[in-house]
């Protein structure tokens, strides 16, 4: 699958220069990066926003490894979260499409005084490999006890 142009042209979207040794030394599961998608909220409130829906096209990476769960879009960490954090399970992940993945979870589990669901969904054509990977890890599938 095509990597994006931000990626190709500047590297926006990769996973972040100072991060990988961490990651390769905690020995990567699966990890794509130049990835597009779309950052996407649906009925989010926090302070100082209100999104009844939105949604936003991204160049991201994700990676997980044996000890954590991180991913970042345009540069900013949207998820950190070690193998052991018991909010892996109230993540929601699917494939909807082969070259498609897909992340939801209840946006106050990582803001407080926050509530709204939050997506992020990638193209990759690891979308299989970070389904079992983050299932794996606990996390869910949607209709699964939780906000698919």
């Not at 939105?54 to 979260?81: N, P």
Request: net charge positive; glycine share 14%; hydrophobic share 35%.
């Amino acid at each position: 699958m095509k990597k994006t142009l931000l990626y190709r042209w500047f590297g926006i979207g990769a996973i972040p220069k100072e991060l990988r040794p961490a990651l390769e030394s905690e020995g990567i599961v699966v990890a794509d990066e130049g990835m597009g998608g779309w950052f996407v909220t649906r009925d989010v409130k926090g302070p100082g926003r209100r999104y009844r829906y939105r949604m936003e096209g991204f160049s991201g990476s994700l990676a997980v490894t044996g000890k954590r769960v991180v991913c970042y879009t345009y540069g900013r960490c949207q998820l950190d979260l070690a193998t052991d954090d018991p909010r892996i399970r109230d993540l929601r992940v699917e494939v909807p499409a082969t070259d498609r993945f897909r992340i939801a979870f209840e946006s106050s589990l990582f803001h407080d005084g926050w509530q709204g669901v939050i997506e992020l969904r990638f193209r990759t054509l690891k979308a299989q490999q970070f389904l079992e990977a983050l299932t794996g890890l606990g996390a869910g599938r949607p209709g699964a006890g939780g906000e698919g």
